[in-house]
T-cell receptor, first 117, second 116 residues
Framework: DADVTQTPRNRITKTGKRIMLECSQTKGHDRMYWYRQDPGLGLRLIYYSFDVKDINKGEISDGYSVSRQAQAKFSLSLESAIPNQTALYFC????????????????FGPGTRLLVL | AQSVTQPDIHITVSEGASLELRCNYSYGATPYLFWYVQSPGQGLQLLLKYFSGDTLVQGIKGFEAEFKRSQSSFNLRKPSVHWSDAAEYFCAVVPMIYNQGGKLIFGQGTELSVKP
């Protein structure tokens, strides 16, 4: 089984709809992240969480919200989807307990492809 | 501005030829450095990473990368490319200016095509 799973894998929605993307991990990592990928822009950080009680905005958090329901679950919500939120969304995890830079190594889920019409 | 740059958007090489993908960063202190690969329709897989020590690091799938402090570069290399290496490659850094860490900054990506 995959260590980091994302549901759904593909989603089509309409402008103005609220949608939720879910991420679950079995790696036991405290840190979780949400990124979006756009062609030519690489991946950009939306939100990150260092533990269940810690939520932080990333580079492009406007229009998004998150919920850390448990150590293993981190959800991303689009309150009112708009077409320019069409992108590939990735969840990632890392373990701050790693020595040196090992704690900075992030492990990615398979991604959710979102299309907003 | 602080950034990670991959100058080549798209590279095409022949199968069996050598490969070098470029990555430059513009952070003052040496960051933690990573290369990830994304195969079509897949997530990101870690190829290799550099934190400290030997500046030539070996990764999976026959890839290696060399950290050059004087050039602020971390170029990815492979001596002989296989058709299955066709994918998009991302360089990423964690700038050490952030005490909490965790802020992985990505380059724009380089798409690799392999000719038979």
């Amino acid at each position: 089984d995959a260590d980091v799973t994302q549901t759904p894998r593909n989603r089509i929605t309409k402008t103005g709809k609220r949608i939720m993307l879910e991420c679950s991990q079995t790696k036991g990592h405290d840190r979780m992240y949400w990124y979006r990928q756009d062609p030519g822009l690489g991946l950009r950080l939306i939100y990150y969480s260092f533990d269940v009680k810690d939520i932080n905005k990333g580079e492009i958090s406007d229009g998004y919200s998150v919920s850390r329901q448990a150590q293993a679950k981190f959800s991303l919500s689009l309150e009112s989807a708009i077409p320019n939120q069409t992108a590939l969304y990735f969840c990632a995890t890392s373990d701050p307990g790693g020595s040196g830079g090992s704690g900075e190594t992030q492990y990615f889920g398979p991604g959710t492809r979102l299309l907003v019409l | 501005a602080q950034s990670v740059t991959q100058p080549d958007i798209h590279i095409t090489v022949s199968e069996g030829a050598s490969l070098e993908l470029r990555c430059n960063y513009s952070y003052g202190a040496t960051p933690y450095l990573f290369w990830y690969v994304q195969s079509p329709g897949q997530g990101l897989q870690l190829l290799l990473k550099y934190f400290s020590g030997d500046t030539l690091v070996q990764g999976i799938k026959g890839f290696e990368a060399e950290f050059k402090r004087s050039q602020s570069s971390f170029n990815l290399r492979k001596p002989s490319v296989h058709w299955s290496d066709a994918a998009e490659y991302f360089c990423a850094v964690v700038p050490m200016i952030y005490n909490q860490g965790g802020k992985l900054i990505f380059g724009q990506g380089t798409e690799l095509s392999v000719k038979p």
